[in-house]
């Protein structure tokens, strides 16, 4: 009996990662389907390995059709599992993975295989305790076995580099294992390795990376966020859809390490009951994700109604803490159509909750603006590069000499189809990502060159007003960047007012405060923009060292439609005059307000009334023409 005992040895182990494989809840992710799959055909090639031996060693009580039956079985399960084993190497190569014609052509390598190995003759030698089959089938097996043997070797090769290098060097240990107890079953036959050897093969690849636990975050035990990741993604590369109730803790509890642990863990008993996967993501952040099972049913109703009870649960204390948990709830995963639309979804809205909001349900119109947000940033560096931002000018009028003494510029980009992009459009998605500091750029070095090239002095524009972002602002290296784009352009710092908006920290104040000096000491003035929006007061205008404040479109309006608006504008007015700032009124849009504006005591007016935005020629032709009547 020695030459089962080998065979029993790898059954051994084959039943011993069924039973761990078993006793554990699996993701559902390809990879680890194909794996199972795997471990089947294998433990079905042993077990034909051992079938086919006992009938070689019962040949005088079996009919020889009957063994060769047996040999040639074992045969063809042999080479499956060498077909199966690279089909799994080649799990995670999502180009290969989906192409059906790179599938068709390793099932027709495989077909052909077997129907060669079940038509040729096969023979078996039995002498003694020394039991092998060989002949023409086997040899077709010895032939096609380690053809897909070397193409899974060969795989961690060429694709190597989109394997992580887990699977890479577990798929090349286990194929050179196989490769090993091949040739030396070919050179010995009577030492039937294989099975063996394949199921050591299938150990190390289980225990470095189909192990169950792998996918678990350790401290929870439920999956990870890598295996977040690579389930979700499977989801949308399947097209399959599923609902998700994003549980959103607070980033920071507070509460000692050793008790958070404590209520993490309560948490995931809790959540787990609910019957769907979940896993365990960024930080304090749970999904439940509920799969959609079959064609017709309505996933979304049984994850609605766990999220009501799930959101009751939460307003209760968990060890002793009230946490202040929001959700973010998912129907439909159509509304994103990939793992990182639905990572861009879940970062943008998480941190938007109002104080008295726990919920948001997000639909299409959230995925809708993901993609818009997304696009715009393409535009946005797009224009960049392809120099489509653009400034805009408008006239500011002077009450006092009755002539345009100033104007600001504003950003706009030109469309790839001629047609201006707004700034409320694409001002908010660039200050989110960083690209306002490079748009600000942009706009200050084409303002200094309208500036010289346009001699504005020489027409009356004593000075344009650029604006400033927040982030802008928080730049150590403002002052020297502006600095120098003056310099090169040959533009005094006189000749520009730098639009600050209010910062909300004190920490950006500070970092404000030091870049403003830098640049009031080369020359450079200030404005105060957006007065009377947000939460500016008056304090702010003290801190600052600004020249003028700004009075936003929203403050004007308020002035002529709100009575009690009005004593307040006025006596601010009054205050920002007495502390020698002078004053500009935005929007201003009819006759009648200009009339009032001026009654006020403003300063400068700006606005429809006098000017939209203009190109740079006609900035040029409006002001040479209203300066010089
Ligand atoms: P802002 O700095 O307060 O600029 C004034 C805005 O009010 C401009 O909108 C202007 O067209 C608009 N406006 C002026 N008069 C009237 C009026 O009579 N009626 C109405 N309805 N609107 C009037 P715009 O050009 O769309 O710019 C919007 C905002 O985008 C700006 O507000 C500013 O915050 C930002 N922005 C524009 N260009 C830049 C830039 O280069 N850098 C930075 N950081 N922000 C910019
Ligand atoms: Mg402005
Ligand atoms: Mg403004």
């Known amino acids: 009996m020695m030459n089962i005992s080998v065979q029993l040895c790898g059954l051994v182990f084959d039943l011993v990662l069924v039973f761990f494989i078993v006793r554990h809840e699996g993701v559902g992710l390809y990879g680890e389907r194909i794996f199972k799959k795997c471990l089947f055909v294998y433990s079905c090639c042993i077990i034909l390995d051992i079938l086919s ?6 040949d005088e009580y079996i009919a020889p059709f009957v063994i060769a039956a047996a040999c040639k079985m074992y045969l063809i399960s042999l080479m499956a599992s060498a077909a199966y084993g690279f089909v799994y190497s080649y799990s995670d190569i999502e180009h290969l993975r989906d192409n059906s014609h790179f599938k068709y052509g390793i099932t027709g390598v495989a077909i052909i295989g077997a129907v060669l190995i079940a038509v040729l003759p096969v023979s078996y030698f039995h002498s003694g305790r020394t039991i092998y089959s060989y002949g023409p089938s086997a040899m077709a097996a010895f032939v096609f076995a380690p053809l897909f043997i070397i193409s899974s070797f060969l795989m961690t090769v060429f694709y190597g580099k989109q394997m992580n290098t887990h699977k890479r060097r577990a798929i090349r240990a286990w194929m050179i294992l196989e490769m090993t107890a091949a040739t030396l079953q070919f050179i010995f036959p009577q030492a039937l390795l294989v099975g063996f050897g394949s199921s050591l093969g299938l150990f190390i690849l289980y225990s470095e990376l189909e192990n169950p636990e792998a996918y678990l975050d350790k401290v929870t035990g439920c999956f990870s966020a890598e295996t977040f990741k690579m389930y979700v993604s499977q989801e949308y590369m399947e097209v399959k859809q599923f609902s998700s109730i994003i549980v959103c803790n607070s980033r920071e509890w507070k509460l000692g390490e050793e008790e958070e642990r404590r209520i993490l863990v309560e948490m995931t008993e809790y959540l787990h009951s609910f019957g769907s996967k979940l896993f365990r993501i960024h930080g304090n952040d749970f999904v439940l994700i509920y799969d959609k099972k079959e064609e017709h049913e309505m996933n979304e109703i049984e994850s609605a109604v766990n999220l009501d009870v799930i959101r009751q649960r939460f307003k209760e204390p968990w060890g002793g803490h009230f946490l202040t948990t929001k959700f973010l709830y998912i129907p439909d995963s159509h509304i994103a159509s990939s793992l990182d639309e639905y990572n861009d979804i879940y970062s943008r809205y998480r941190d938007t909750f109002t104080n008295a909001e726990d919920m948001k349900t997000l639909d299409d119109s959230a995925g809708q603006s993901i993609r818009e947000f997304r696009q715009m940033i393409l535009e946005i560096k797009d224009a960049l590069s392809t120099d489509r931002v653009e ?28 047609k201006l992009v707004m700034p409320g459009k694409f001002i908010p998605v660039a200050e989110e990502t960083g690209l306002i500091e490079q748009i600000g750029e942009r706009v200050f070095e084409r303002t200094c060159e309208c500036i010289k090239e346009h001699r504005l002095k020489e027409i009356g524009i004593e000075y344009v007003e650029v604006n400033l972002s927040v982030s802008q602002c928080e730049n150590p290296m403002l002052s020297t960047t502006y600095d120098e784009i003056m310099k090169s352009r040959g533009v005094t710092p006189s000749e520009v007012n730098l639009e600050i908006t209010e910062s909300s920290t004190l920490n950006q104040r500070n970092i404000l405060l030091e870049n403003m000096n830098k640049l009031m000491d080369l020359g450079c003035r200030f404005s105060l923009d957006d007065f009377g929006t947000g939460e500016s007061n008056l304090n702010y205008i003290m801190d600052m060292p600004v020249n003028i404040v700004k009075f936003d479109r929203s403050m004007v309006q308020e002035y002529f439609n ?30 009648e307000q200009v009339e009032g504006i001026k009654a006020l005591g403003i300063d400068y007016i700006q606005g429809f009334y006098y000017s939209k935005p203009l190109s740079t020629d006609d900035f040029i032709r409006f002001i040479n023409e209203k300066n010089s009547r």
């Open 53 to 58: 031996v006992i009938a070689i060693e019962n």
């Open 391 to 418: 400034v805009f000018y408008q006239p500011i009028y002077s009450i006092a000499t009755d002539t345009f003494v100033s104007a600001e510029a504003l950003a706009r980009i030109r469309g790839e189809d001629g």
């Open 562 to 591: 709100n009575d009690k608006a009005k004593v307040v504008i006025t006596n601010t007015v009054n205050m920002i005059k007495q502390l020698g700032l002078k004053t500009v009124a935005e929007g201003v849009e009819t006759e």
